[in-house]
Structures are given as structure tokens and as C-alpha cells.
């Protein structure tokens, strides 16, 4: 076991020169940054919200001349020196890392202790940060659910309740979508992507359009993901998440001979082992991997009304990757966790935070968890949370025959 512990120094020049060196590895583009884009870039995170005219066109003028990807650094970094998002992920104070090498799959699992995710818990501190409104005008808000709870994800609401959030516009699968910092971030460079149109979070095969038109905008440097209704915390409007941070799960061991599924020239399909029920179709081909992971997602839903999934879509070298992780509406939670497990914990990062007060026993204490964690905890918690294995089995062995007439 290794115990890591946040000692990078918040150096965003220096980290997003390490992200714009992968981006040359994914895209064999120049790495270099123009001077223009890095004068622009330290303006950007210099610039108050409150400017917000000014920011807004200092965001356009970079991404005309360096591209969504460096923008989105750009951005992520102006919503945290400006305090919407609650800690910098390049802080060490307070959090703590553990991982778990497993040689079983060839996976280093990582857990996280972060208690600045607890932070969004704090009223008046969302208020101080500019998270939320101390004082909105209710009536001007649209969307609103039987409690008379408006959404957080509509534009409309988020200019209204949000004052320090800003939103990035982006047109993917020919939709019009925003994207905005995750206040309560689990990575770097966390960000949701939400559609513009307040529609429900609902798997339809334009997910993965939109998922690797996404990755595709930014060579290759940000993982986009989407939570079925399998974490995803709200469920009347339609969004992903997208981070430059890659996934402990996207190491996997696959074997030639035991896990692929099917191949040809075009496209590879693997059921490698894992603790969690996970196929990935690979290849350089886009609309064939969407068409194929399309049709296991379809077959999965269609053995059973509860079932969902939660997706990881990424860019190996000129290869698309979908990571299509089998969930059950009625498996959410691990033993040790509160609350349920989403994309990050599928995808071999799991995230504690929650600590509760002394005088409240019988709570589930997520820095017990932490503390006591080894790599079986993570093979647990990753047991805990996945389907019964018959509607497992019966998927793997309809696919082969899917695949090979369609
Ligand atoms: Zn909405």
C-alpha cells in the first residue's frame, strides 16, 4: 500500500504545461502555448466574476486562438482563485490519498479523503463564495419541482441563484450545452456539462455523440462521463461531467485470449475482470463505437426496468474508449460509504468525505472507512454495487450474437 499525500504546490502554469504535453501525445499537435494565449490565460485568472462582460471576452478571445481545451484550464482556474470552487484541487491542506495496487487487474486504485467536498453543507459560506444567492427572487426562477425546488442545472436559474458560477456555451451533437465548474469538485478541472434544453436525465444514444464530440473539441485531454440514474444527484435535467483527471479504471488489464469479446478491424469489444460488471468498446472508428456501446447499453436496459449504467467515454492515442459500467437503480450504496456510488467510485476513484459530529453514533463515519481502507475494501464497496449476476451473465452472452448481426 502506498499513501500519497497532496504535496503539488498550486502551480496552474506548470500543471496545464502537463496537460497540454498529454494533449500532444493524444493529438501530436504543437505543445507550445502561443504568448498571447498565456497572457490571456493569467488575465482570465486574475479577472473578478463581478467583471463578468470583460472575463466572458477574455474566454473568447482564448479559445480562438488556443482552443476549448486550454480555456476550460483557464476557466477552471478563475472559479477557483475567485472561491466558487470550495478548496483548489491543487491544495494539500486537509486531504489525504491512498492507493491500492491490485495485480489481479492491473488497476491502481485510488482513495481520496476530502473533506472540502463537505463544504457544500455550509450556507453561509456558499453565500460568502458566491455558490448561491443570499437573496433571490423566487418568482423569477423556472423549472421548479413539488417542493419548489428550481433547477440547478437551467441557465435561467443557475444566473439567478449562482452569482459566482460562470458558464462556458458549447454546441455538441448539434445541441446547445453549458458548461460550468462543479463547485463541490472530486478532480481538477472538474466541470458539468449540461444541456441547455431542461430535459431529464435519461440514457439516449446521443449521450455518446455528445460524449466524444466533447472529447474530440478537446484533444483528447478531458474524459467526459455520464451517470445513469446510478449517482446522478439530479435527475429532471440532463448532464455530464467532464475532467482532464484519468480514471484508475481506464488502466485495465485487458487479456487477448479470456476478455475480448469480439474484434475486427474496426472496433474491440472486452469484458475484462473487475469488481464491477464492465465492457469497453475500443476503436478509431467514432459512429461504429457509439453504434456498438449503443447496443449493449439497449440490451443491458432491456433485461430488467431497474437496471442502468454509468459511462466513462475517453481518448486513448487516436482510439475511442467507452467504458460502460452495469448498474442496478437498486444497488447504490456500499458498506462504509454514505450516500451512493457514482462514476467516480465505478471508475476506481472513491471519494470520502463525510465525518459525522461526535455525539452521533450509529452514523456511517467515511474517515473510519479511510482509515481502516485496504484494497479489499475497494473490491467490497465495488461488490456491493453491482447487479445480480445472472442478468450479468445473460448480457454476456447475448452480445456476441448482437454484435455479430447488427
Ligand atoms: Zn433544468
Not at 427572487?137 to 423549472?143: A, F, P, W
Not at 469497453?280 to 457509439?290: A, L, S
Request: one cysteine or more; glycine letters at 6%; charged letters at 30%.
Amino acid at each position: 500500500m502506498k499513501i500519497k499525500f497532496f504535496v503539488n504546490l498550486p502551480d496552474p502554469v506548470k500543471n496545464n504545461r502537463e496537460i497540454k504535453l498529454n494533449q500532444k501525445k493524444n493529438s501530436r499537435q504543437k505543445a507550445e502555448v502561443p504568448d498571447k494565449a498565456k497572457s490571456l490565460f493569467e488575465k482570465i485568472v486574475r479577472t473578478s466574476t463581478k467583471e463578468r462582460r470583460e472575463l466572458l471576452k477574455s474566454l473568447n478571445d482564448l479559445r480562438e486562438c488556443a482552443g476549448l481545451s486550454y480555456t476550460l484550464l483557464a476557466l477552471y482556474r478563475q472559479q477557483v482563485e475567485s472561491g466558487f470552487v470550495l478548496g483548489d484541487p491543487l491544495q494539500p491542506r486537509g486531504k489525504e490519498e491512498k492507493q491500492f495496487f491490485d495485480p489481479d487487474t492491473g488497476i491502481t486504485f485510488c482513495l481520496q479523503w476530502n473533506p472540502d467536498r463537505e463544504l457544500r453543507k455550509d450556507h453561509l459560506l456558499l453565500v460568502e463564495r458566491g455558490v448561491i444567492a443570499g437573496d433571490v427572487d423566487e418568482t423569477q426562477l423556472i423549472n421548479k419541482d413539488k417542493k419548489g425546488n428550481a433547477c440547478y442545472l437551467c441557465k435561467t436559474n443557475i444566473d439567478r441563484q449562482n452569482p459566482g458560477e460562470v458558464l462556458l456555451e458549447i454546441e455538441l451533437a448539434g445541441e446547445k450545452f453549458y458548461l460550468g465548474a462543479n463547485f463541490a469538485y472530486i478532480t481538477d478541472n472538474h466541470f458539468t456539462l449540461m444541456n441547455a434544453e431542461h430535459r431529464p436525465q435519461q440514457y439516449r444514444r446521443e449521450i455518446l455523440r455528445i460524449a466524444n464530440e466533447f472529447i474530440d473539441k478537446t484533444e483528447g485531454t478531458f474524459r467526459s462521463v455520464y451517470n445513469g440514474l446510478a449517482g446522478a444527484s439530479i435527475k429532471k435535467h440532463e448532464h455530464l461531467q467532464v475532467t482532464t483527471e484519468e480514471f484508475p479504471l481506464e488502466e485495465i488489464r485487458i487479456k487477448k485470449e479470456e476478455d475480448i469479446v469480439y474484434a475486427n478491424d474496426e472496433i474491440r469489444v472486452s469484458y475484462p475482470n473487475y469488481y464491477l460488471p464492465v465492457w469497453i468498446v475500443e476503436g478509431k472508428d467514432k459512429i461504429r463505437n457509439e453504434h456498438v456501446a449503443n447496443r449493449i447499453i439497449r440490451e443491458w436496459q432491456s433485461l430488467n426496468e431497474h437496471h442502468t449504467e454509468n459511462i466513462i467515454a475517453a481518448k486513448r492515442g487516436d482510439s475511442y474508449r467507452i467504458f460502460i459500467l452495469l448498474r442496478d437503480k437498486r444497488r447504490l450504496a456500499g458498506v462504509g460509504k454514505k450516500g451512493g456510488m457514482a462514476v467516480y467510485e465505478a471508475g476506481g476513484k472513491i471519494v470520502l468525505s463525510y465525518e459525522p459530529e461526535a455525539d452521533r453514533t450509529g452514523e456511517i463515519n467515511e474517515r473510519n472507512t479511510f482509515e481502516k481502507a485496504n484494497l479489499e475494501t475497494v473490491k467490497q464497496l465495488l461488490k456491493d454495487i453491482s447487479p445480480e449476476e445472472h442478468s450479468c451473465s445473460l448480457l454476456a452472452r447475448f452480445v456476441p450474437t448482437v454484435l455479430k448481426f447488427g
